[in-house]
């Protein structure tokens, strides 16, 4: 059985042997390294290519946040999932937009992390309840205000076309011949599509893509 290998990130040590013997106890997951900074995290996650980093939130050098933005620019398809004592809504948003695929409070970690793991590990988003609870609280303000816009009907046919072969995994040039545009052109789509959508990754477009439902015959 292939075991889901993970990197905690934490500057309390005793954190982390807690959260080590956790994670150890479990016959499909094991850790195989741990960073102190938000440095050493995407470091070591350069280094170990770790299915799941465990990254707290507040720590020295550079914070979980950060480390979380880069470890995402650099290797999107590695999953992090954040810890922190926080529980406000000022701090959920800014952790998702970051790119973190979960999010689970320290004094929850004996009863979530084992399954919060499991949920990231398989490509799932992983929020404790309260925090959904406030995502969709925040999403029913903005469409009572007006706010809220399918973010699939801000794009064009032609971004359409190309978020769908970009999804299926389509190269740069191929999508360029396939729809008769330079490459040039398919970058640009690329970025517009990116930026309407606030996805910064192909597996991000991927993961949307699937809750969408848009990779059937026809995503016009």
Known sequence: MKKIRV????????????????????????????????????????????????MDISMPEMDGLEATRRIHAIIPEIQVLILT???????????LKAGAAG?????????????????????????????????????????KRGEEQDAYDRLSAREREVLKMIVLGHTTGEIANELIITSKSVETYRARIMGKLDLHSRAALVRFALSRGLLGEDTR
Request: hydrophobic fraction near 50%.
């Open 7 to 54: 990197l905690l990130a934490d500057d309390h040590p005793v954190v982390r042997v807690g959260v080590r013997t956790l994670v150890n106890s479990e016959p499909d997951m094991e850790v195989v390294g741990e960073a102190g900074t938000g440095l050493q995290a995407i470091n070591l996650t350069q280094e170990l290519h770790p299915d799941v980093v465990v």
């Open 85 to 95: 004592v926080h529980a406000q809504e000022r701090y959920l948003f800014p952790v």
């Open 103 to 143: 999010y689970i409070i320290k004094s929850t970690i004996d009863v979530e992390l084992v399954n919060a793991i499991r949920s990231v590990a398989q490509g799932e988003v992983f929020l404790y309840p309260t925090a959904a609870q406030m995502i969709l609280k925040d999403f029913f303000a903005r469409l």
